[in-house]
C-alpha cells in the first residue's frame, strides 16, 4: 500500500512533524504487522527522526546544520541551493518503521519529521506499509 502525503514548508530550513499523518496511514491501513518506509521525493529536503519532547532540539538541528553547510559556500551548482543538497544528503532520504499491533514503533520521545532545507514550497512525502 502506498500513500501520499502534501506540505507545504513555510521556511528555508524548518523541520516539520509528520508523525500524526504517518500514524493515521498506518491505523486506516489495518495492517497489523509489517514494515513502514516514508520516504521524500526531493533532493533538497530529507526525513528523519528525533526527539519530539523539546522544540530545542529541531531547532539545534537546523541551526548546527547550517553552521556545518552554510547557505553561501564554496559551491559551483548554479541554482543557489547547494547547501540544501549536501542536507539532505546528510539527514537522508527515507526512514523504516516497524508496524506492531497496527501501529508504529516509536520510542518515547520519537517523532518523524519532513526537513526542508529550500523552502519555502510545496512537498509530497510518499509513505509505503509492507504486511508480515
Known sequence: MIKEI????????ELIDITNKV???VK???????I?????LHTTAAITINESADPDVQRDIIVNLSK???ENGDYQHSEGNSDSHIKSSII????TLIIKDNNLILGTWQNIYFAEFDGPRQRNVIVQLLQK
Open 68 to 70: 556545518l553547510v552554510p
Open 23 to 25: 500514524k493515521e496511514i
Open 92 to 95: 537522508g532520504a527515507s526512514e
Open 36 to 40: 513502514c518506509v516514508v520516504y521524500c
Open 6 to 13: 502534501s506540505l507545504s514548508t513555510s521556511k528555508r530550513n
Open 28 to 34: 486506516q491501513s489495518k495492517i497489523q504487522e509489517g
